[in-house]
């Protein structure tokens, strides 16, 4: 496979990468002239793959950590860490948006590129460790100095690769592999191809250990990838199962393809809302959606929050011997949340068995008698039994009921949906839904194969 006509389409333009160090290079050196001329002991790094050279095109980021010693206090760090970047935003005329991870940092726009600047320790190893993002500089020194020539292009297919069928990155929303995840398989593997064909034959708890700490054992993933810069975490951690299973999957359908290039690029789909609906029909499927306001939150405490709520929602209505096919959840992360359920059945007879003790203990055989009336008892293989009618013989009904006040802690939803839940849930028609999202729903295995 020639990979070259991929990786003109997939790399950063000469303009681009110049524009960038253009940028990155300005907000550095006001920074750290900053710092110098405050007597701030600081050090501005430029991080992330923009620094190793592994960003894709249109996806260069520009990360900057300053960089304080040790010794600093966690308030200091925090308070000079802030106000050096909204200083930078006010030289530059960008807006300063705050987030948080171990501590506050800031994100805005300059020169049209997304900019964080995180204040964090400087750290020479795992073992120093203060903050979560402290390994962050670590990270972008093991790469450059790992990674060999040309293998930079070969991460940037990687990347590409698990983009396009669905599998990369790590946020909650995906739970897939993280851009350092993949500059890790290629300095292991050596190149694209070899790390697909790798793939194919990992299984669960796959190990792989750079630097030979012989720490896997204290993980129980399904990737284990231990973090060269820290014995004590396993990079893989935020991979979920089933995107690791999509890309092995992937990398099979890949090798065995005719169609390679095709694997690189968006997939191409003619979506008809009609078309969609019809689909639905010749399922013959009843569908319930529920469509309700979403807060004001931060996307990665928003989507495990929204698949928590979809997930418990779903168990429930199975516990109570409705039959869920499909669940899945959608949002547009500014206004409305959506659960859509495709259910294989959706309305019950009237009367539910509750079974009771094995007829060999007495005592709670009794108990259950008294309760439930003799004569209204009975034996179903070696168990005491009861017919009773049942409190909800449709789901919709049953859904009803647990999104009120009285009843939400049926299910466990995320704490910060229960309100809106509450207040806001409808009913809707899937006419109503985002149709890529549908699309999806009726179609999972799309992305994985060309």
Request: charge should be negative; proline fraction near 2%.
């Amino acid at each position: 496979m020639d990979y070259e006509t991929i990786l003109k389409d997939i790399k950063p333009t000469e303009d681009e990468k110049n524009h960038i160090d253009e940028v990155s290079s300005s907000i550095m050196n006001f920074l750290q002239d900053m710092c110098d001329g405050n007597d701030i002991d600081a050090k501005v790094n430029l991080v992330g793959s923009v620094a190793k050279n592994t960003a894709l095109k249109g996806k260069s980021d520009i990360d900057i950590f300053i960089a304080f010693p040790l010794g600093t206090d966690k308030q200091y760090l925090k308070k000079t860490g802030l106000d050096l970047a909204h200083a930078c935003c006010d030289e530059f005329d960008g807006v300063a948006e705050h987030h948080f991870a171990s501590h506050p940092y800031v994100t805005t726009h300059i020169g049209e590129c997304e900019v964080d600047i995180v204040p964090c320790y400087a750290i020479e190893d795992g073992s120093q460790l203060k903050s979560a993002v402290d390994r962050t500089i670590l990270h972008t020194r093991y790469v450059k100095q790992n990674l060999k020539e040309g293998q930079d292009d070969e991460v940037l297919l990687l990347k590409r690769f698990m983009a396009m069928t669905g599998t990369y990155g790590s946020e909650f929303k995906v739970g897939g592999f993280a851009g350092y995840l993949c500059e890790l398989l290629i300095i292991n593997y050596g190149n694209f191809e070899n790390a697909l064909k790798a793939a194919l034959n990992w299984k669960f708890g796959e190990i792989i250990d750079l630097e030979e700490y012989g720490t896997a054992d204290q993980f129980n993933d399904s990737l284990i990838v231990i973090d060269p810069t820290d014995e004590k975490r396993n990079v893989g951690a935020a991979l979920r199962l089933d995107k690791m299973a999509e890309f092995i999957q992937s990398a099979r359908n890949y090798i065995f393809s005719d169609n390679k290039k095709d694997y690189f690029y968006p997939l191409k789909r003619n979506l008809n809302r009609e078309d969609i609906l019809n689909e639905f029909k010749s399922r013959n499927s009843e569908l319930i959606a529920l469509r309700f306001d979403i807060p004001d939150m931060p996307l990665d405490t928003l989507h495990p929050q929204l698949r928590k709520t979809c997930e418990a929602l779903e168990r429930k209505l199975n516990d109570e011997e409705f039959n869920v096919f499909k669940a899945d959840y959608w949002s547009d992360e500014i206004i409305n949340g959506v659960i859509l359920l495709e259910m294989a059945s959706s309305k019950l007879n009237d009367i539910t068995v509750n079974v009771g003790p094995k007829v060999f203990i007495n005592n709670a055989c009794e108990n259950f008698v008294k309760k439930y009336g003799r004569q209204n008892c009975y034996v179903q293989g070696d168990f005491l039994v009861h017919s009773q009618k049942r409190e909800f013989n449709n789901a919709v009904d049953l859904i009803s009921h647990i999104f009120t006040k009285e009843h939400i802690g049926l299910i466990k939803v995320g704490k910060n949906l229960r309100k809106n839940l509450i207040n806001t849930y409808e009913f809707i028609g899937i006419e109503d839904i985002d149709l890529e999202f549908l699309d999806d729903f009726l179609n999972p295995g799309q992305y994985i194969v060309r």
